[in-house]
């Protein structure tokens, strides 16, 4: 089952501007992962984030996780037109197996 | 990143027949493959973990029958879609994982859009 909830469903922004995407999730984690998938593809992974982490940034993305909240929040500055596609946040289950589990994801567009 | 193939990324098969679709890990041996389906505009739905000589692992709701999973070297695990019906059209999206400083690393294929006529 899902367990991660993430809002907005769907965003859309100009070029040029940050995108916002937040993630919540219910059980305790090793780690949580952003995933990005253009349409009709594979999924391509952006970022990790321990649960000891609180902030982590690579490139134009910013990744915060409050473990206490169970939430996790994907900034993507000075957003491009290629930055389009959706994005999924994935849990990394403390108890269990090796599965991620995934988010609803977000459906980002950059208006040129 | 590692690679993963996942072959073919297109198929169309009429009512009844059955699709198989692989996996593979190209440049690392998995142990453990994951089986994922995507409805258009939603998330991923884990289907099934498949474990290097082993009986899969199926997630709640998921036909093992309908939906069979061999993983028989650790570079290659297989889905079957039995007897197809259109509702089984869909995205079928495959990732090989290993463990590593704690943390799961997952490598996903490019996806099988199936379409069942």
């Known amino acids: 089952s899902q367990q991660g909830e993430e809002d907005p469903q769907a965003l859309s922004i100009q070029e040029g501007e940050n995108a916002t995407m937040n993630c919540s999730y219910k059980?305790?984690?090793?780690?949580l992962q952003w995933y990005r998938q253009n349409s009709g593809r594979g999924l391509v992974h952006l970022i990790l984030?321990?649960?000891?982490?609180r902030e982590k940034h690579s490139g134009r993305l910013r990744v915060t996780l409050d473990t206490s909240k169970k939430s996790s929040s994907l900034l993507i500055t000075a957003s491009r037109a290629a930055d389009t596609a959706s994005y999924f946040c994935a849990t990394d289950a403390r108890q269990g197996a090796q599965k991620l589990v995934f988010g609803q994801g977000t459906r980002l567009t950059i208006n040129p | 990143g590692a690679v993963v193939s996942q072959h073919p990324s297109r198929v169309i098969c009429k009512s009844g027949t059955s699709v198989k679709i692989e996996c593979r890990s190209l440049d690392f041996q998995a142990t453990t493959m994951f089986w994922y389906r995507q409805f258009p505009k939603q998330s991923l739905m884990l289907m099934a973990t498949s474990n290097e000589g082993s009986k899969a692992t199926y997630e709640q709701g998921v036909e093992k029958d309908k939906f069979l999973i061999n993983h028989a070297s650790l570079t290659l695990s297989t889905l079957t879609v039995t007897s197809a019906h259109p509702e089984d059209s869909s995205f079928y999206i495959c990732?090989?994982?290993?463990?590593?400083?704690?943390?799961?690393?997952?490598?996903f294929g490019q996806g099988t859009r199936l379409t069942v006529v």
């Open positions: 984030i321990r649960s000891n982490e």
């Open positions: 990732s090989a994982s290993f463990r590593t400083g704690g943390y799961t690393e997952a490598f």
């Open positions: 059980t305790s984690i090793n780690n």
